[in-house]
């Protein structure tokens, strides 16, 4: 059984030295670290945040992007360009304990299971009830699952993404499990509605953007979610 840690890393150089050291003094060490660069608007940040990758003894491998690239392409890099069995993918703002690497692979207790987080959310506008979902900021997936069935949506919204795909796997017969674990938010942008995010190539802000398209992510996971 091997496992992977992804991060995408656009924000902040302090909070990645953070998670890179909490890797290292985690219980289970990953076989593998990726660590996706996508450049935030801050070009001092930015340049902090390559050289903090190109010089840390824990990432494994690491992709530099000359522009930011979106939420589920800079994911699905890190996906595939893995190669264990299972790929925790870990926000560069959420802080993990010592035990929560193990944790989230104890999670894959059954060959069935795709998908293992550690807080359940609920369909909300986006997505079909009666399923399991997992938050995004600190979720695991079989590889083997992401192969067959694909990755993140390029077409699904950056805050809809994980909803997406957990339909499109419960689909395929893959099941989604909670294994709650010690983990902690230090910066979450739904708290920070005027920061920047990328959708479908545009540069959009949550406090303008999520109002307005709630009833449009519903239609969009459903549409997608028919077509497998």
Known sequence: MSVSVGIVAYKSADNLGARLREIQGSDVQPDEVVVIVNPGPDEAENEEIKQRVQVS?????????????G???AFNLAIFTSTTDYVIMLNDDCSIGRTAIGDIVDGFNSD???????????????GVKGLTYAQGFLIAFRRKMVKKIGGYSELASPLACETELTCRASYHGWST?????????VHDIS???????NYLGKDVRPVDFQPKTQEALQEEIINLWSTF
């Open 57 to 69: 003894p824990v990432v494994t491998r690491y992709s530099i992007n000359s522009q930011n690239i």
């Open 71 to 73: 939420v589920a392409t």
């Open 112 to 126: 069935s299971v795709g998908i293992v987080g550690v807080i359940a959310g609920g369909p909300g506008p986006y």
């Open 177 to 185: 499990v909670i294994k709650p674990t010690v983990w902690s938010h």
């Open 191 to 197: 708290n920070h509605p005027s920061d920047t995010i």
